[in-house]
């Protein structure tokens, strides 16, 4: 079955960087897109941006455009999201997600950032 | 890029049908067939109801649907149901390979 399993919690200090990996497994990697979206305590799904695992193609949002990193390793199937210059703000749970008929129809289980001093 | 507009909050008895909505603008709502909605219970993984604007995935309780007019999509949950009491979220491509979620809906069975 499809399964996109996140690499574990995390605490940076603030203008660390971070990077999470999403070990993906159940269907064929590179024929496949996929995102990366963070949640803010109580706060709202936030888009940053995704990469074909096929050629490597990426797009990031605005927000995160000057931060944010997502790279891919096909041989291990995994996906990377690195942020840098981290933040408070930045502490949230960071899921990555397959996009499949222009929806995310498979999600991570979340990673936890923490950004503490 | 803005994110869709929803509201904060939206209850029903159980039984009842209730309505949220999603607002964008002619740029990605009203310009593409690609909104989908998320439901996501509290400390749970977002699950997909609804692709496409009103596609819904096998395994879906056909008591979600999806409909859109102009700039404004809508989630329809009907025969709502205690376990229904969860955030939803809408989501649509906004063209040049971006993606942008809505603000979330609180739904309160009562």
New interface residues.
């Given amino acids: 079955q499809v399964q996109l399993v996140q690499s574990g919690a995390e605490v940076k200090k603030p203008g660390a960087s971070v990077k999470l990996s999403c070990k993906a497994s159940g269907f064929t990697f590179t024929t496949y897109a996929l995102?990366w979206?963070r949640q803010a305590p109580g706060q709202?799904?936030?888009?940053m941006g995704?990469i074909n695992a096929g050629n490597g193609n990426t797009?990031y949002?605005?927000?995160f455009q000057d931060r944010v990193t997502i790279t891919r390793d096909t041989s291990a199937t995994t996906a990377y999201m690195e942020l840098s210059s981290l933040r408070y703000e930045d502490t949230a749970v960071y899921?990555c997600?397959r996009e499949l008929?222009?929806?995310?129809?498979n999600?991570?289980?979340?990673t936890l950032v923490t950004v503490s001093s | 890029q803005s994110a869709l507009t929803q509201p904060a909050s939206v209850s029903g008895s159980p039984g009842q049908s209730i309505t949220i909505s999603c607002t964008g603008t002619s740029s990605d709502v009203g310009n593409y067939n690609r909104v989908s909605w998320f439901q996501q219970h509290p400390g749970k993984v977002p699950k997909v109801l609804i692709y496409g604007d009103s596609k819904r995935p096998s395994g879906v309780s056909n008591r979600f649907s999806g409909s859109k007019s102009g700039n404004t999509a809508s989630l329809t949950i009907s025969g709502l149901q205690a376990e229904d009491e969860a955030d939803y979220y809408c989501c649509s491509y906004a063209g040049n390979s971006v993606y942008v979620f809505g603000t979330g809906t609180k739904v309160a069975v009562l």
Avoid: I, N
């Avoid at chain 1, 008929?101 to 129809?105: E, F, I, R």
């Fill in positions: 995102h979206v709202r799904l936030e888009w995704w797009k949002s605005q927000t899921y997600a008929t222009g929806t995310l129809d999600w991570g289980q979340g």
